[in-house]
């Protein structure tokens, strides 16, 4: 079973950069592709990215690839979400979350596990 733990997020002003944590303590969590996604207040849950399980595969939404970038240290069991050139509307709680398998990355149902999430404020 795999428990995930986001970390990094918190209040920067425009322009700024933060890197997103995923840890898990899981043994399970080395074989799953994990996907990051974000809610906004009053949204639904959005897909940004996901790395499959090997780091050999990556997809980013075309509407932040030039921003987000994930990354994985297998050693450390931790998947990253680099974020940069932040902007007010990337203000949202973060999300990771694992699965069997890189296919339907995109749907929030197809993911076994998730974590609590981590906020991102963004400041105009």
């Known amino acids: 079973q795999a428990q995930l733990v986001e970390s990094g997020g918190g209040l920067v002003q425009a322009g700024g950069s933060l890197r997103l944590s995923c840890a898990s303590s899981?043994?399970?969590?080395?074989?799953?592709?994990v996907g990051w996604f974000r809610q906004a207040p009053g949204k639904e849950r959005e897909f940004v990215a996901a790395?499959?399980?090997?780091?050999?595969?990556?997809y980013t939404v075309d509407s932040v690839k030039d921003r987000f970038t994930i990354s994985r240290d297998t050693a450390r069991n931790t998947v990253y979400l680099q974020i940069n050139s932040l902007k007010p509307e990337d203000t949202a709680v973060y999300y990771c979350?694992?699965?069997?398998?890189?296919?339907?990355?995109?749907?929030?149902?197809?993911?076994?596990?998730w974590g609590q999430g981590t906020q991102v404020t963004v400041s105009s």
């Open positions: 790395i499959s399980a090997s780091a050999a595969t990556t």
């Open positions: 899981g043994r399970a969590f080395s074989s799953n592709a």
């Open positions: 979350a694992a699965k069997r398998g890189f296919t339907r990355i995109n749907s929030p149902r197809a993911y076994d596990y």
